[in-house]
């Protein structure tokens, strides 16, 4: 006798049925992960509300948990993806449902009308955990890190991580603070904050300069990465690819945040119980490690987990971009990544 098969579960990101959703195209991968390790995927280019832009990318035939990931500021889906380094690819081959998700303004996504706001990115992140359907795990980078942490007051969330996240900004940092005040005083900041400003220029100048920027790395008080952290080929990738344009006004809340030490959706935040995990690296110069971990300090979770990486755990020293794409992420970070999600 034969044993009837299973038939696949309905997909309503690709049915049609979902209102506002369109799949621009769809294509058969393959990807390297890490180490030369490749994996096949089905890879969909999504598009929200004719604006919000995500790459998706699933094993074909596997019905796997959702997982939402978000950029940091000036950043865009290439903060998860290397040509030989793919944290979204991974995760995928590791059976999860990724989805590559670009804030407004950013990448392949349009800014609403005039200047986007931090609003703006929670609003669409509300939007998107609408459009799912159920609850997916929501993973933030940097200033991604506070879109979640938002978001998840607003929107039913399986779980959050902040990877170097935003909450508490620049109270551990003094010059970062001090950019952040002087920010506060510059004169026409209304009108200043309707420019969208491209940041692509100074990724590729920071790539050019790779040698310099690379050893700044020990003393230069607001640095991307930790020095020797990432390969030359694959950090001159990342800086070309992944600095985008940004709103001016995103960067002036950024910095009254930091100058104020006042995150607005802290006490929201405080009053929400999801799983949370918080990720930091102890030479994350843009987000130092007392400043991530204020997020879980104040969180109102009865499932929180913090996690520090560093030289005396890992070996290696950890900064801010290399915590999703370095040398050494395929066996710290990603795993614990992957555990942790796989664990709720």
């Avoid at 003393?219 to 070309?240: H, N, Q, T, V, Y």
Wanted: hydrophobic share 45%.
């Amino acid at each position: 006798m034969t044993r009837p098969v299973a038939a696949a579960p309905r997909d309503r990101l690709t049915d049609g049925t979902v209102p506002g959703l369109q799949v621009l195209a769809t294509e058969d991968v393959e990807q390297q992960t890490h180490g030369g390790l490749t994996v096949r995927l089905r890879k969909e280019r999504l598009l929200v509300d004719e604006r919000i832009a995500i790459v998706r990318k699933r094993l074909v035939g596997v019905a796997g948990p959702r997982v939402v990931l978000v950029h940091g500021f000036a950043q865009n889906r290439y903060s998860w993806h290397l040509s030989r380094r793919s944290l979204s690819a991974w995760l995928a081959g590791e059976g999860f449902d990724v989805l590559n998700l670009e804030l407004p303004g950013h990448g392949n996504s349009r800014s609403p009308a005039g200047s986007a706001s931090f609003a703006d990115y929670v609003r669409d992140v509300r939007r998107v955990a609408d459009m799912l359907g159920e609850p997916a795990f929501w993973v933030g980078h940097s200033l991604g890190g506070a879109v979640v942490y938002a978001g998840a007051t607003v929107a039913p969330m399986r779980g959050v991580v902040g990877i170097g996240a935003l909450f508490q900004f620049a109270q551990a940092n003094r010059a970062l603070k001090l950019l952040c005040q002087f920010s506060g005083k510059v004169q026409g900041r209304d009108l200043l904050g309707a420019l969208n400003v491209r940041t692509q220029l100074a990724g590729r100048l920071l790539a050019k300069l790779y040698s310099v920027s690379d050893i700044a790395g020990y003393a230069f008080p607001i640095s991307g990465w930790a020095p020797g952290s990432m390969e030359e080929d694959l950090l001159r990738e990342r800086l070309k690819l992944g600095f985008d344009w940004t709103s001016a006004n995103v960067w002036f809340e950024m910095a009254r945040w930091g100058a104020t030490g006042r995150f607005e959706y802290a006490d929201a935040w405080a009053a929400t119980d999801v799983p949370v995990l918080v990720m930091a690296g102890d030479l994350d110069h843009l987000m130092l490690p007392d400043d991530a971990r204020t997020a879980y300090e104040r969180s109102g979770s009865g499932d929180r987990t913090w996690a520090l990486f560093d030289d005396y755990g890992t070996g290696v020293h950890w900064g801010h971009l290399d915590l999703l794409l370095g040398r050494d992420a395929p066996a710290h970070t990603w795993p614990l990544l992957r555990d942790w999600m796989t664990a709720r």
